[in-house]
C-alpha cells in the first residue's frame, strides 16, 4: 500500500503490530523484513537512484535527508559508508553514461563536433560536469568516442575545398 519499504514509524498507522511485536519474533526490523521477502538493502539503492533523477547529479547524503526515504546516516550505518553505498547503487556510472550519451546526441543533433558552449541549451548539464568526471574536454569526447582529430582534419579538408586561397587561419575561422 505504501509503495515502499514501511518504517517502524508507520506501523501504528499501517498495521495492528507494534515494532516491539516485530523485534520480539524476528529479532530485528531487518530481519522481519528479510522474512517478509522485502529487500531493503535494495529499496535503499533505488531510492539513490530516485533522488540522482530527481536532482540531475549524483546525491550526497544531506540529499538523502533532504529528499529520500532513508536519511543519508542509515546508509553509513547499513552499507559501512556514504560512498560504498554509493558504488553499489551504480548512480556515479550511470550520470558518466548519461553525459557521455548527451555528447553524442549533441553531435548527431548539429553534425558536427560539440563544443563547450553548445551545452548551453542542454538542461541540467554543464562543461563543469564534463570537466569534473572526465577531466577535460577532450578526454569526455575521447570518453564518447568522438574521434576530435578527425572532425578537424574533415573541417579543414572542406574548407580547403570551397575556397581559392591559400589555407589559412583566417578561411578556417571563416569558413570551417
Known amino acids: 500500500r505504501l509503495e515502499h519499504v514501511p518504517k517502524t514509524t508507520e506501523l501504528a498507522e499501517e498495521c495492528e503490530y507494534s515494532p516491539n511485536d ?3 519474533e524476528f529479532g530485528s526490523w531487518d530481519e522481519a523484513l528479510q522474512a517478509a521477502g522485502i529487500d531493503q538493502q535494495q529499496d ?3 531510492e539513490i537512484e530516485r533522488v540522482a533523477e530527481k536532482l540531475c547529479r ?3 547524503s544531506t540529499d538523502m535527508n533532504d529528499y529520500g526515504a532513508y536519511p543519508g546516516s542509515r546508509y553509513s550505518t547499513y552499507f559501512d559508508s556514504w560512498s560504498v553505498a554509493l558504488e553499489r547503487s551504480g548512480v556515479e556510472e550511470k550520470r558518466e553514461e548519461k553525459l557521455l550519451e548527451r555528447l553524442r546526441s549533441i553531435r548527431d543533433d548539429l553534425g558536427r563536433l560539440p563544443k563547450p558552449t553548445d551545452l548551453h541549451d542542454v538542461p541540467s548539464t554543464s562543461q563543469h560536469d564534463y570537466m569534473q568526471k572526465f577531466g577535460s574536454w577532450d578526454e569526455a569526447l575521447e570518453a564518447a568516442g568522438i574521434d ?3 572532425y578537424l582534419i574533415d573541417d579543414l579538408k572542406k574548407v ?3 575556397i581559392d586561397s591559400e ?3 583566417t578561411a578556417v575561422n571563416r569558413f570551417g
Open 22 to 24: 516485530f523485534y520480539s
Open 44 to 46: 535503499m539503492l533505488d
Open 58 to 60: 549524483v546525491p550526497n
Open 148 to 150: 576530435k582529430e578527425q
Open 160 to 162: 580547403a575545398a570551397e
Open 167 to 169: 589555407l589559412g587561419t
